[in-house]
Structures are given as C-alpha cells and as structure tokens.
T-cell receptor
Framework: KAGVTQTPRYLIKTRGQQVTLSCSPI?????VSWYQQTPGQGLQFLFE???????NKGNFPGRFSGRQFSNSRSEMNVSTLELGDSALYLC??????????????FGPGTRLLVL | QQQVKQSPQSLIVQKGGISIINCAYE??????FPWYQQFPGKGPALLIA?????SEKKEGRFTISFNKSAKQFSLHIMDSQPGDSATYFCAASDDGGSQGNLIFGKGTKLSVKP
C-alpha cells in the first residue's frame, strides 16, 4: 500500500501570502490529522477530519483552516502568512474507527518557509 | 500548557548500551501512550504503544514501562544501534476527549555512537 503523500514537499512564501497544502491518506483511511512541527514548540495538533467533517481542532488562529474531500484527501490552508508559520506541516492518516487510539501514519511533511 | 513533558532533550549512547527516555503527563484522562520515531526528512512513525492497563510492553529491543500512579512512562532501547539514531517523541491521547488528537512531548534526539 502506498503511504501518506503530501504535496508540495517544500514551499517558500512571503509574509501576507496564503498557502494551500495537500495530503493524500493511505487507501481506505478515512481520518486525516494535521500537525505543525517546529524546533521550539515540537509537534502541535492543528485539526482532524473524518468523513469530510472537522472533528477536532487545536489551538491555532483562524488563519489556519482545512477541509476533507469525499475521497478522504485533505487540504489545509494558511492565510495571511506570518514569519512564525515557518514549519514542517505533517499530515497523518488513520482508519478513523477509533481515532484516538489508532496508529497514525505520517507523511513526510511539507516544509514551509515564510520570508 | 505542556501536558506531556519529555526528557532528556538529547541523549548520546554508546553502541550496545541502553537508551532511556522519560515522559510525564498531567491529564489522568489520557489512556493511550504511543512512542514515535522520526528520522531526518521523514515523518514520525509509530514505534510502540501502551495502554494504562499494563505496566510494561516489549517489542524486540524496545520496551515501554508505565507507572500510572506517578503519571510517568518511559522508553527503553536495549542494545542500542547506530541505526536507532533518530528523534523520539512520546505522546498521549484521551479517547473522545476535548484535547484534540495526540499530544506530543517535545522530543529526544538520540545519537548512538559506534
């Protein structure tokens, strides 16, 4: 089975711009979670989608949003980029039956640099 | 508020030695404690996980010890190898909870010297 894929892998943007990141989960997985990874804060939960519905949201400003499509693929969007948004954005997929205790399979991430 | 505290931040171990990473949590509603391993340029991958109804779980050279009363759990890597050099994250989650998804510790960078 193919793993979780994320596109693009690298991205450079300037402050004030917006960005859209894409995630394709493992075939058959219905849940997708997004995390932000930075050296200072570590891995922080952004949001989780299941069957096209946002099921949980972390403590991030409204500039961070996401959605999930009927094929379970997910996108996240960050508007009005700030320097502090520079991070590795990780997507993880799981079956979604019992989300909090299932193995989450992470993609390689999208590294975003905001200049 | 950091809900999962991980130590040490970095660890250097000789090949064949034992690597020990510790985590402490605050929320007694946490009921699933996985450890993830991350190599440079890769996403984290599940290494081993434990639930609070057992005090220890072993998979090959990797063992989780869990102390519910102390709200602590640790990862032991026996016979550490250079290929184990990676960053290790402990995590916790609360089934059906309001905490979001996995809450991660800040990670431990392990270097195993040959």
């Amino acid at each position: 089975k193919a793993g979780v894929t994320q596109t693009p892998r690298y991205l450079i943007k300037t402050r004030g711009q917006q960005v859209t990141l894409s995630c394709s989960p493992i075939s058959g997985h219905r849940s997708v979670s997004w995390y932000q990874q930075t050296p200072g804060q570590g891995l922080q939960f952004l949001f989780e989608y299941f069957s096209e519905t946002q099921r949980n949201k972390g403590n991030f400003p409204g500039r961070f949003s996401g959605r999930q499509f009927s094929n379970s693929r997910s996108e996240m969007n960050v508007s009005t980029l700030e320097l502090g948004d520079s991070a590795l954005y990780l997507c993880a997929s799981s079956l979604g039956v019992r989300i909090h205790q299932e193995t989450q399979y992470f993609g390689p991430g999208t590294r975003l640099l905001v200049l | 508020q950091q809900q999962v505290k991980q130590s040490p931040q970095s660890l250097i171990v000789q090949k064949g030695g034992i690597s020990i990473i510790n985590c402490a949590y605050e929320n007694t509603a946490f009921d699933y404690f996985p450890w993830y391993q991350q190599f440079p340029g890769k996403g984290p991958a599940l290494l081993i996980a434990i639930r609070p109804d057992v005090s220890e779980k072993k998979e090959g050279r990797f063992t989780i010890s869990f102390n519910k009363s102390a709200k602590q759990f640790s990862l032991h890597i026996m016979d550490s190898q250079p290929g184990d050099s990676a960053t290790y994250f402990c995590a916790a989650s609360d089934d059906g909870g309001s905490q979001g998804n996995l809450i991660f510790g800040k990670g431990t960078k392990l270097s195993v010297k040959p």
